[in-house]
């Protein structure tokens, strides 16, 4: 699997962006997938995942109820919706894919990892 994280920019305290994660190489659907982001000198921090078919997901407390992950797999795409953005969220997104069809927080059981796309959110 080849992933391609896009959708960064820079945006006001409040705004929105729509970060998409396009999947090549093999057959996405089967796998989980998540969106992490990292800052620098911190350890990359789980966002969100969601399963291989959409029923299960999950968000890290920070972002609940501002941010949306979903997923296309008739075009082998996820979504990361982020409304309300605030400084804090500012960070290099990233997108994987899990071993699993399944996914959590541990960023050791996603496999494939996208290229990360540059969020800034300025006050």
């Known amino acids: 699997v080849q992933l391609q994280a896009s959708g960064g920019g820079l945006v006001q305290t409040g705004g929105s962006l729509r970060l998409s994660c396009a999947a090549s190489?093999?057959?996405?659907?089967?796998?989980?997938m998540g969106w992490f982001r990292q800052t620098p000198g911190k350890d990359r921090e789980f966002v969100a995942g969601?399963?291989?078919?959409?029923?299960?997901?999950h968000y890290v407390d920070s972002v609940k109820g501002r941010f949306t992950i979903s997923r296309d797999n008739a075009r082998d795409t996820v979504y990361l919706q982020m409304n309300s953005l605030k400084p804090e969220d500012t960070a290099v997104y990233y997108c994987?894919?899990?071993?699993?069809?399944?996914?959590?927080?541990?960023?050791?059981?996603?496999?494939?990892w996208g290229q990360g796309t540059l969020v800034t959110v300025s006050s």
């Open positions: 994987a894919a899990s071993r699993s069809p399944y996914t959590n927080r541990d960023s050791s059981t996603y496999r494939y």
């Open positions: 969601i399963n291989w078919n959409g029923g299960n997901i």
């Open positions: 190489g093999r057959a996405f659907r089967n796998n989980g």
